[in-house]
């Protein structure tokens, strides 16, 4: 079944959402079974990626420090529920994806000799870039032209056939080694500045690498993972993200923009190993 790309985005506006792109499964072709959304649904044509803007102000009570709060990089999961039911009301067949750490996989015993273990866990940021929303930051938080990192994302597979994006290019949001904010702010020193090499699609390029012990740890905004013990946490307000919010914003290099700075005065933070 043919989906337009103009019926998909109406669907998405009128379940709230603010972006919606698509990787073809083709791409998907040499991701290992239990990363490949195409174990969960072998007739998969269209991996549909799509995305509700996070409210400056939560990161803006964070940053000042008085409030203290998780701000989620998932959407719950009614988005993708109703997407494909109304994937299914037009003749196709959808799944929703719910986010996992990657740490969790295998999570189960396989179904049989020729199936990955459970849980087949695709990477949301991957394919978010695959289906051209935005890239993926030196401090791997996913950076979008409209809001920064300023989103929470969702997923489902189709087998529905959309026209699909192209890869988004890295680069074109985060100068990486020459910007090195986000290496900057982190008070315990838990990101590096050399870089290793991360690969989306056919595209490969430098991001950085955590202290995995300091960021559990971590006293400046990030919240622990709760969908795994051993995953690292969600750094999305923490001093690293926040850093990057201010450098894209004050670089004019994001399309939202406000009347006040982000960040109006020093950033405060403690090293988590002092705090
Ligand atoms: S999560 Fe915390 S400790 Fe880890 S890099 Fe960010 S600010 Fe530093
Ligand atoms: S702070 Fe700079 S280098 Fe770090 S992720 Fe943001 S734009 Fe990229």
Known sequence: MKIGREPLQAWTRELGLDMVGVASAERYRD?????????????????????????????????????????????????????????????????????????????????????????????????AQLAGLGEI????????????????????????????????????????????????????????ATPVTRTVGEESFPVGSYRLEACRLCSNGAFPDTSCAAAPPNRLAAACTRACIACLEDSGRIATGYRAPFRRKPAWGCDTFEA
Not at 53 to 71: D, H, K, N
Not at 143 to 149: A, D, E, I, S
């Open 137 to 192: 930051g030196y401090n791997g938080a996913f950076l979008t032209p409209r809001f920064g990192v300023r989103q929470a994302l969702g997923m489902v597979f189709a087998d529905a056939e959309i026209d699909p994006d192209e890869p988004f290019p890295a680069g074109t949001l985060c100068p990486r080694e020459k910007c090195l904010a986000c290496v900057r702010a982190c008070p315990a020193s838990a990101l590096s």
């Open 31 to 127: 991701i290992e079974p239990q990363w490949n959304p195409l174990s969960i649904l072998p007739t998969a044509r269209s991996i549909i990626v799509f995305g509700k803007s996070i409210p400056r102000s939560l990161f803006r009570g964070i940053e000042e420090g008085t409030l203290w709060m998780r701000v989620d990089r998932y959407l719950p999961p009614r988005a993708a529920y109703s997407l494909c039911r109304i994937f299914e009301d037009n003749g196709c067949l959808a799944v929703p994806c719910s986010p996992l750490a990657p740490e969790r996989w295998p999570d189960g015993v396989a179904a049989g000799d020729d199936k990955p273990a459970p849980n087949v866990s695709p990477d949301i940021q991957v394919a």
